[in-house]
């Protein structure tokens, strides 16, 4: 099954999901996570068959979704939804926090 098909379908059932992209600058990953408006990339794809399936779920009728977009960068975490956060830290507990 498609990566794209398989993560929302994990995700509607429930599951946590991550999807890491790792490479060298300019390898692709922005490419494969993003896309282009005429070839969307996985993020959108997995979002949009999130939303479709729950639209198309006749079992429930509460979905709560949530997602996070981090970019881990020279060992630094940047949240790229809340640019004002700067730079973050991974703790000992698995908390992401802002550096103090
Ligand atoms: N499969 C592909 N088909 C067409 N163009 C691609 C493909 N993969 C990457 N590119 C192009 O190559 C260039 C670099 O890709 P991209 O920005 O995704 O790399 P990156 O790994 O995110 O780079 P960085 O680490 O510098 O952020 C971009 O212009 C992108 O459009």
Do not use: W
């Amino acid at each position: 099954m498609a990566l794209a098909l398989r993560v929302p379908t994990r995700v509607v059932h429930g599951l946590n999901a991550t999807v890491f992209a790792y490479g060298s600058t300019g390898s692709g990953k922005t490419y494969t996570m993003v896309g282009t408006r005429s070839e969307p990339g996985l993020m959108v794809l997995s979002l949009n068959t999130v939303f479709d399936m729950i639209k198309s779920d006749k079992n429930s009728d509460y979905f709560e979704v949530t997602c996070s977009y981090l970019e881990v960068y020279n060992e630094v975490i940047y949240d790229l939804l809340e640019k004002s956060s700067g730079h973050l830290e991974l703790t000992s507990s698995g908390r992401i926090q802002s550096r103090e």
